[in-house]
Nanobody
């Protein structure tokens, strides 16, 4: 059974950094794509970034490029999202999700597995 557990959320001041962790279990191979998505209050869930575990290829939404970095530690079964220069508009519940396979649009509809999310609140 695939499980994804997010951690690392919290309250942070604007301009500071935060690193989220997604601990994964139940993967039978590295043929998965792991995504970070977020949902702000009153808004739809949106994609943030994806990483393909087999070769560490990454994808970022344009607005996140340069501030957010996704990485994986396959030995520890953890996928990270490092967020720099946080802004109040980054406030959201951040979800870790996974999709089987090699190709992905890195969108919510394609994900096969979901974590429960971790709340990030950025104060101004």
């Amino acid at each position: 059974e695939v499980q994804l557990v997010e951690s690392g959320g919290g309250l942070v001041q604007a301009g500071r950094s935060l690193r989220l962790s997604c601990t994964v279990s139940g993967f039978t191979s590295d043929n998965y794509i792991v995504a970070w998505l977020r949902q702000a209050p009153g808004k739809e869930r949106e994609r943030v970034s994806c990483i393909r575990l087999s070769d560490d290829s990454t994808f970022y939404v344009d607005s996140m490029k340069g501030r957010f970095t996704i990485s994986s530690d396959n030995a520890e079964n953890v996928v990270y999202l490092h967020m720099d220069n946080l802004k109040p508009e980054d406030t959201a519940v951040y979800f870790c999700a996974a999709q089987r396979g090699y190709y992905s649009l890195c969108d919510a509809d394609g994900m096969d597995y979901w974590g429960k999310g971790t709340l990030v609140t950025v104060s101004s």
